[in-house]
């Protein structure tokens, strides 16, 4: 056995390995300046994440490069997935600085574990394993429980970490139980080598459904769509916004990427039932979470249930892969890249809204209740104008970015046959258009509570202003980013 | 009789003894006692199945490491044993139903059709091959990444466990003598440069007596 072994390629493993090394040093320089110069922690985590990417860039070739045994897998979609992981990563940490500080919270501690979290999602996004899925799943959740509870003096926080920890811990049972079903069925951990097994049908079906009901539990719960929504409003709440932004964006590629692996990549021939199962959630979380976004006055609230049904939409692009018994890849690719272009785009609004929140906020103030939004235009015309360009983009209003996600995913679903849930949805966003309406009524209509003149550090200020225009310019021009997400996706399934 | 079936009943004899004793002896030491007992012969179980990895683990992680660790609460705690072994006889017939409802689903599972014993046949090493040596190898060479991600998880909860729980104490009188020594001028003392002025009673401008 030992004879046989070689060392394997590290090429493809070298932001990973880097962003490892980085937090090593960054753990030491942490001890050594964290007295004197609070600033270098942050400053290291940015340059180790725009090192990530400029590996990220020069180790794509566009191959599907399988290392370590098998256990990691390095293809476009992996880069694209981790490119826009450090990207919003890095806007989360520029976003947030000013808060930390003002907050006490800018310790090292935070950036290690942010760096943690991180390397959690890239071995998500590259896992050929369930095993290193999962290993991923556990490094990016532990660091994110921690996150939520950096706050130690605040009891909201503590509660929000507590419900998060042990419903986290749950949902990792239940996807650790499904994964043990599929190796029993299977006899392999292997992605590649578990579908091979279910293409050649030796498997035992009861088996591999027992285990796949829990392993679309785990995927929802991680997600955050109905019924697996619980956690969303409480975590998203009671954490620093900082975090809640965090956690709203780029583990949302990871828990993309695991969608993929685990039920494309893995269980495709299984495709009947998890796209019922996911179409069910869908609807569920659409519904749900528009609704009950009408009756909050908390933003943060209001985004969380925001957030569950965009994740819906997201999922009825992953439903909409196969119609009927056929298996189209031309339909499969238009429907999964539907998904992955909603991911991206949901990100860049949600990153944009957070950060109107944290605007608004200043120390001893957290701007969290709906009317702290109201006669902003008064106060800030141009950042009104931002969270005008945002929320319309969130209420899939055209021309901007979420319109055509929202079109992409509704495409792909009317193409599937969906033609009633895709009226549903549709049906369902025009109610949520109300609560995103209300903050612009809030905005240009209302007087302002308080004239308080918004601070905020240039840098916050320019990446603001970029990311609303990028919403309104990706809307106008959508075509790049989808035509990269089927590229992506072609190159990769 | 062979002589290892021998050593199972004597293992399981003893091992089922203690674990019964852990429950219903008296005193919390004597139950922990107990339990290292039973561990041990668990472990001797194990070696018997040729999990001698295993074997050695348990021995080691549990009865060297948890188990002390358990004892040393045990005895630090003031334990009220007459409010502990209250209720045993009443909490009883509910314990042994769940207990006899896991040895029917284990036993269902064990013979069902999907899991059950027939469908996966003993693993028999060959002679000269130890299981030890062969997870120290497939550890270390196919399977090095899942380790070190463990490992990597592991320093995460290090850290999240010292952010989360150190606090420094702001209200402590302590002094630190080598802070004393280096202090230099500068942290004591700052020379403002001023223009001088002069005290003269003659420039009150209300025209006043001075006081």
């Known amino acids: 056995m030992l004879n046989n072994f070689v060392i394997p390629d590290f090429y493809p493993v070298a932001p990973e390995i880097f962003l490892l090394a980085m937090s090593f040093i960054i753990l030491f320089a942490d001890l050594l300046f964290s007295a004197t110069q609070r600033w270098v922690a942050s400053t290291l985590t940015t340059i180790t994440l725009l090192g990530c990417a400029a590996l990220t860039v020069i180790t794509a070739d566009g191959q599907t490069t399988l290392t370590l045994s098998n256990l990691f897998v390095d293809d476009l979609l992996a880069d694209f997935l981790k490119l826009m992981t450090y990207l919003s990563v890095v806007m989360v940490l520029i976003y947030g600085r000013q808060y930390l500080v003002e907050r006490g919270l800018d310790k090292g501690e935070f950036y290690l574990l942010v760096l943690y979290a991180t390397l959690g999602m890239m071995v998500m996004i590259s896992a050929a394993s369930l095993l290193t899925l999962y290993l991923g799943l556990e490094l990016m959740s532990l660091a994110l429980y921690a996150l939520v509870a950096i706050d130690r003096d605040s009891a909201r926080a503590t509660e929000a970490a507590m419900k998060y920890f042990v419903l986290g811990a749950l949902a990792s049972g239940l996807l650790l139980y499904g994964m043990s079903m599929i190796y029993g069925a299977t006899g392999n951990l292997d992605i590649a080598d578990i579908s091979q097994v279910l293409y050649q049908g030796q498997a035992d079906k009861t088996v591999l459904v027992f285990g796949l009901v829990f392993i679309v539990a785990g995927i929802a719960f991680k997600l955050g769509v109905v019924p697996f929504h619980m956690w969303i409003p409480d975590v998203y709440h009671g954490a620093p916004t900082v975090v809640t932004m965090l956690i709203g964006s780029a583990p949302k590629f990871a828990a993309f990427a695991m969608a993929l692996r685990l039920l494309v990549y893995a269980l495709f021939p299984l495709v009947a039932e998890w796209q019922q199962m996911l179409l069910i959630m869908a609807v569920l979380s659409i519904g749900l979470g528009n609704l009950a976004a009408i009756a909050q006055k908390n933003i943060k609230r209001m985004l969380a249930y925001s957030a569950i049904s965009h994740m819906g939409f997201m999922l009825l692009g992953l439903t909409s892969g196969v119609i009927g018994h056929e298996i189209d890849p031309f339909t499969a690719i238009n429907a999964y890249s539907s998904a992955l272009y909603y991911t991206v785009a949901y990100v860049l609004m949600s990153l944009g809204s957070f950060a109107m929140v944290l605007l608004l906020s200043r120390a001893g103030h957290e701007a969290e209740q709906l009317d702290d939004f109201k006669g902003l235009n008064q106060r800030s015309p141009w950042f009104a104008a931002m969270m005008l360009i945002f929320m319309l983009s969130m209420a899939g209003i055209p021309f901007f970015i979420g319109f055509f996600a929202k079109f992409s995913v509704l495409t792909a679903a009317i193409t599937a046959g969906h033609v009633t849930i895709a009226v549903v949805a549709v049906m369902f966003s025009l109610v949520g258009a109300f609560y995103y309406l209300r903050i612009i009524k809030l905005m240009y209509f209302d007087a302002p509570a308080e004239t308080a003149p918004l601070i905020a550090t240039p840098t916050f200020r320019i990446l603001l202003s970029l990311n609303g225009i990028a919403v309104a310019a990706f809307g106008l021009f959508p075509d790049a980013i989808m035509a990269i997400c089927t590229a992506v996706l072609l190159h990769s399934l | 009789m062979e002589f290892t079936t021998f050593l199972f009943y004597l293992f399981a004899a003893v091992m089922l003894f203690s674990a019964l004793r852990v429950i219903t002896a008296r005193n919390p030491v004597h139950a922990v006692l107990f339990l290292v007992l039973a561990f041990f012969n668990a472990a001797g179980l194990w070696l018997l199945l040729q999990a001698e990895f295993l074997a050695i683990a348990l021995i080691m992680v549990y009865v060297g ?49 999907y899991f059950g014993l027939s469908n996966f046949p003993a693993h028999v090493l060959p002679v000269g091959e130890s299981n030890t040596k062969a997870l120290a190898r497939i550890l270390f060479t196919d399977y090095v990444y899942p380790f070190e991600l463990a490992s990597v998880i592991l320093l995460v909860a290090i850290i999240a466990a010292v952010m989360l729980t150190l606090r420094q104490r702001k209200d402590t009188k302590g002094m630190r003598p080598s802070d004393q020594v280096a202090v230099k001028r500068s942290d004591r003392l700052r020379i403002v440069a001023m223009a001088s002025e002069s005290e003269s009673p003659a420039t009150d401008s209300k025209g006043g007596a001075p006081l």
């Open chain 2, 65 to 113: 490491a948890v188990m002390v660790l358990f004892l040393f609460v045990v005895m630090m705690l003031d334990i009220n044993i007459e409010r502990l072994r209250h209720g045993f006889w009443e909490h009883l017939p509910l314990g042994a139903t769940i207990g006899a409802i896991m040895v029917v689903e284990m036993a269902t599972v064990l013979t069902g059709k």
